[in-house]
């Protein structure tokens, strides 16, 4: 997009990309001689993607967009929506694009799609991401910089390319660079929610799961721009803290649902791997065993990864709605994601003792029917106005 593009241009082209299940833009990379990676949530070093040669490419499911009919005969009934959804993206051949795929070491489901993967794609580099859970530099330093050597050896191999530190060197900065402007996205929706409404800034993120890195930062850079000479007025609204959608994603009408109930969503996990490195990685002479160093640094606390202080999961909330300036947290996590139910009782344990005020529900990425969620977030917007909370 040229300069003189418009906020509404920006939006209606990040909202193209995350309507297309078609993955248009991949396909169109991978037609003028490119290759392309996909991978799940939550983390994967894209740098290394990048800095291989290929197209990082998320696969965040089909959201309520797509009829799962093959995808629920690959997976019992109780758990999440997303992988049937994902399961059924391959089959549609919708993924046939891509030349690997990766699968991070989020949940035991996600552990087991990258197996059935390879019954599926037999010729597809699949590769399970295994994030070090103990901070210690040494040990954790050493495994996991040979993990990410063996992935960025492997991956030059898938894209044809040799190995190259200044590649992989160039490919750090521009992703810490990304990181930086979801930061200040983040900060520009922190400090005038009614200037960048959540939505708006979903559909950027997962624009950014789909296009080049160079071609994300230049439209993100507009639209911050643009923001900043909007005519929206604030509203009488509570800021709120959405947890729990690391994963899954909630489709975008839950997103809409809640700031049009009465709250301004003001810090959230949604797309959690985009910012889960909290500060730049050095580009020193080392630059594998700089992104190990920074994600054992410097990686967000979350579901995925383990805590090693047995406070740490009842201050976080605290800690977070103060940052964020949040009247009250909002638990929204996937039906049956064992991460987030897992550690829901621990964080709204700390939230509540610290006197903020919680709600919690549970959603589907094919959700289509938000009115009980309309009804309890309102319902929680207005006790906040009227009994504490602000």
Not at 18 to 38: I, P, V
Not at 298 to 317: C, N, Q, V, W, Y
Request: aromatic share 10%; with cysteine; charged share 25%.
């Amino acid at each position: 997009m040229g300069p003189s593009v418009s906020r509404a241009e920006i939006v209606d082209w990040a909202r193209a990309l995350y309507e297309d299940l078609d993955f248009g833009a991949a396909r169109q990379w991978c037609s003028e001689g490119g290759k392309a990676a996909g991978y799940l949530p939550v983390y994967v070093p894209k740098e290394v993607i990048w800095g291989a040669g290929l197209l990082p490419v998320g696969i965040h499911g089909a959201g309520e967009h797509l009829e799962v009919i093959r995808g629920d005969a690959y997976y019992q009934s109780y758990i999440c929506h997303f992988p049937r959804s994902v399961v059924e993206l391959a089959l549609t051949g919708r993924l046939d694009m891509l030349s690997a795929v990766l699968f991070p070491s989020t949940c035991d489901v996600i552990r087991n799609l990258s197996g059935m993967w390879n019954v599926l794609r037999p010729g597809v580099y699949v590769r399970y991401i295994d994030v070090p859970q103990v901070r210690d530099p040494v040990v954790a330093g050493r495994f996991w910089r040979h993990e990410l050597q063996t992935l960025f050896h492997d991956l030059c191999e898938v894209a044809g390319t040799a190995p190259d530190e200044g590649a992989l060197r160039h490919a750090i900065a521009r992703y810490n660079e990304a990181r930086e402007v979801i930061r200040d996205l983040y900060r520009a929706r922190q400090q005038t929610p009614w200037r960048v409404p959540s939505e708006e800034l979903y559909l950027l993120l997962r624009a950014g799961e789909l296009v080049p890195v160079d071609t994300w930062i230049d439209n993100a850079r507009a639209y911050l721009a643009a923001t900043e000479h909007g005519d929206a007025r604030k509203q009488d609204k509570v800021r709120v803290i959405v947890v729990g959608a690391f994963c899954e994603q909630p489709p975008l009408g839950l997103i809409k649902t809640v700031e049009r109930a009465g709250c301004y969503i003001v810090d959230d996990d949604f797309l959690l791997g985009n910012r889960l490195l909290d500060g730049a990685v050095p580009l020193g002479d080392d630059p594998l065993g700089d992104l190990a160093q920074t994600f054992l640094r410097h990686a967000m606390k979350s579901a995925i990864l383990f805590e090693e202080d047995p406070k740490g999961k009842r201050t976080l909330m605290a800690e977070r709605a103060r940052a964020a300036g949040a009247d009250g947290i909002i638990f929204a996590a996937p039906s049956f994601c064992d991460p987030a139910l897992l550690d829901r009782p621990m964080l709204r344990a700390g939230a509540e003792a610290a006197g903020i005020p919680c709600i919690a529900f549970k959603y589907s990425e094919n959700t289509a029917q938000f009115q009980p969620y309309r009804e309890q977030a309102g319902t929680f917007s207005d006790s906040i106005k009227l009994w504490g909370g602000r």
